[in-house]
């Protein structure tokens, strides 16, 4: 019989390729783990979303003796499903996908702001997640057959602006290239789009 979700058990695994080690971190059970994110080295800091628990977490690796772990809860509205995640300076991204929200956790203050509504559409099903190099936080509508850009000025002043084209069926994974060309990996074709911000046109085989 198979566990019910809040008791499925997760991991991390950290694998050394040149001692050919694998080293296994043990989550809190109904984890349930989605998006993993690495920054620095000696020590690695870990980002992960828990979706299962509603929480981000932060595990800071310097060696299999030294190592901290720290959570955050994620519970502005219930079920709020930190789904994918990304690190960009001192700040992690990561949306929400119960609660139509994007995510953004400030590592030098602990200080966590959400962005919703402001041109987003309901339940969008947000995917992945990705920063340009200009500071626009790029991610998928997967249920609302969306490619989405959120600017912001402040935490009061900030927009969505949403794309949508007939090759957007079910987008899912996010790049962004050269030149912040985003490519978008269609789920529902399948199928790489490519997105030219500057001229707003959709590019596909």
């Given at each position: 019989?198979s566990l019910?979700?809040?008791s499925?058990p997760?991991?991390?695994?950290?694998f050394?390729?040149?001692?050919?080690t694998c080293y296994t971190?043990?989550?809190?059970?109904?984890?349930m783990p989605?998006?993993?994110?690495?920054?620095?080295?000696?020590p690695?800091h870990?980002?992960?979303?828990?979706?299962?628990?509603?929480?981000i977490?932060h595990?800071?690796y310097?060696?299999?003796?030294?190592?901290a772990?720290t959570e955050?809860?994620?519970?502005?509205?219930?079920?709020?499903?930190p789904?994918?995640?990304?690190?960009d300076g001192n700040y992690?991204w990561?949306?929400?996908?119960?609660?139509?929200?994007?995510g953004r956790l400030?590592?030098t203050?602990?200080?966590?702001?959400?962005?919703?509504?402001h041109?987003?559409?309901?339940n969008?099903g947000?995917?992945?997640?990705?920063?340009a190099p200009d500071?626009?936080?790029w991610?998928?509508?997967q249920?609302s057959?969306?490619?989405v850009?959120?600017?912001?000025?402040s935490?009061?002043d900030?927009?969505?602006h949403?794309?949508t084209h007939?090759?957007l069926?079910?987008?899912?994974?996010?790049?962004i290239?050269?030149n912040?060309y985003?490519?978008?990996?269609?789920s529902?074709a399948?199928?790489i789009v490519e997105?030219?911000?500057?001229i707003g046109?959709?590019v596909?085989d």
């Open positions: 019989d019910p979700v809040s499925q997760s991991f991390l695994f950290r050394d390729s040149s001692a050919q971190f043990t989550l809190p059970l109904g984890s989605n998006s993993v994110a690495v920054s620095g080295v000696n690695s870990v980002w992960v979303t828990e979706p299962g628990r509603d929480r977490s595990l800071v310097t060696n299999t003796d030294d190592i772990w955050y809860s994620i519970t502005t509205t219930n079920g709020s499903s789904f994918r995640l990304v690190v992690v990561f949306t929400e996908r119960g609660a139509n929200r994007i400030d590592t203050t602990d200080r966590l702001d959400e962005f919703y509504d041109g987003l559409s309901p969008a947000l995917a992945d997640i990705k920063v500071g626009t936080v991610t998928t509508g249920w057959n969306r490619l850009a959120l600017t912001i000025t935490t009061t900030y927009a969505f949403e794309y007939t090759a069926t079910s987008p899912s994974g996010l790049a290239g050269r912040d985003v490519w978008v990996g269609v529902g399948p199928r997105f030219i911000p500057s046109q959709f596909y």
